[in-house]
């Protein structure tokens, strides 16, 4: 007569992981814990200073701001994307900054700014 040993113990086996697995999806499933909040990706203009040719962008997501020089070979638009021939007068302080492209950590090669979003975007 063959003992049945090897097959409870593999049965319990099977039934231990099955029992864990179960309970910790449930755990993971159920948590009380709230969503994270949504990421702010806006970056709107916070200042800017004709005199100087700079504009300073907040980012939004962690409320950080950098100044940024415009000089002769940035390229500025306003409003709409194809619009060409932008001035650093043109940029108001909310605005949206749509896109920006960094020469160097201090000029821009271009920017594209549009009106602020009262929400933010995921």
């Given at each position: ?12 086996l ?49 409320g ?10 940035s390229?500025?638009?306003v ?44």
């Amino acid at each position: 007569m063959k003992s049945s040993r090897p097959l409870l113990a593999f049965s319990l086996l099977v039934f231990a992981f099955l029992f864990t697995f179960a309970t910790a999806t449930h755990t993971v499933a159920h948590s009380s814990a709230p969503p994270p909040p949504p990421v702010d990706k806006r970056v709107l203009v916070n200042a800017v200073d004709t005199t100087a040719s700079t504009v300073e962008l907040k980012y939004m997501r962690n409320g950080t701001t950098h100044t940024y020089t415009l000089d002769s070979l940035s390229v500025i638009k306003v409003g709409d994307a194809n619009a060409e021939g932008g001035k650093i007068g043109d940029i108001k302080v909310g605005m949206q900054v749509r896109d920006y492209i960094e020469r160097d950590d201090h000029t821009l090669d271009s920017i594209l700014v549009g009106t602020a979003d009262p929400a933010p975007t995921n």
